[in-house]
């Protein structure tokens, strides 16, 4: 099966993790990367891989970005592994790849993440299994809050090997994205639904609090000290980068209701 599977990757500044990333797919005959203008050593590194081939397109959305990789970049096998670029691919998934059937009865395959602080493999995470090994052809992908959504056309299995999510790029970079990410998951929050987790999100400052005590306690995180801390914090940060997008419509809604009572009384 190795030889029916073209890894797809998306790249931007991503020097602090790539070289990890293409470290674990030496089996892969041919890397497809999508790079979005990195200005670090990114394509510096990619270009020390033989099998890489590396396309550059100005990023819009994921959706988008995705599309392009998987059906403009002549992908050629049967399979393509869609991975960031601070995944890993375990010893034990790759041989568990081995042992596929390029021909089988499923169109995909949905893989659980084991998630990593520096090297440091956490005891859980709200990262959930997704569906990253896809057959060429079978599926569709769209646009979703602050990133993807994806769709298999047939039957779809889970395996038993894992993929390392493990980010070592800087804070800084990291708050940059979540500052990115987080604009477009507010536009989605209008039609996200009267859920829990959209309810809480429509009411600051309830998520971010949450979301820091269930990684903490209700996920067990507190058991991997500093790392797990970085992790939880690193959840609440994002959804207070949200609660205050909210909090600034609520403020610009009622201030602009005054101006418009204010000018009425006037007239």
């Not at 403009?72 to 960031?84: C, P």
Request: charged share 25%.
């Amino acid at each position: 099966m190795l030889s029916e599977i073209t890894p797809v990757l998306l790249t931007f500044n991503e020097s602090a993790n790539i070289s990890r990333t293409l470290s674990a797919l030496t089996w892969a005959k041919d890397i497809v990367v999508v790079d979005s203008g990195s200005t670090d050593e990114t394509l510096s590194i990619l270009s020390q891989y033989a099998q890489v081939r590396v396309f550059n397109r100005p990023f819009d959305t994921h959706g988008n970005q995705w599309r392009y990789a998987t059906q403009e970049t002549g992908v050629t096998t049967k399979w393509i592994l869609r991975l960031d670029a601070d995944y890993e691919v375990t010893e034990a998934l790759r041989r568990e790849l081995a042992r596929l059937d390029p021909d089988g009865e499923f169109d995909g395959y949905r893989i659980a993440f084991d998630y990593a602080i520096f090297g440091r493999k956490l005891v859980s995470s709200l990262y959930p299994p997704n569906t990253v090994l896809l057959r060429t052809g079978r599926f569709s992908v769209w646009d979703k809050g602050h990133t993807e959504a994806w769709r298999v056309e047939g039957p779809v299995k889970s395996l038993k090997g894992s993929i390392t999510h493990d980010d070592r790029k800087s804070v800084e970079q990291w708050m940059t994205s979540q500052a990115r990410y987080m604009r477009r998951e507010f536009g989605h929050l209008r039609s996200e639904g009267s859920g829990l987790r959209a309810w809480l999100r429509r009411a600051p400052p309830l998520m971010p609090l949450a979301i820091f005590v269930y990684c903490l306690f209700g996920k067990g995180l507190i058991l991997n000290g500093r790392a797990g801390m970085f992790y939880a914090l690193q959840r609440s940060v994002a959804e207070s980068t949200l609660s205050l997008m909210v909090l600034d419509e609520m403020l610009r809604a009622k201030k602009e209701k005054h101006s418009e009572r204010v000018r009425n009384s006037v007239i």
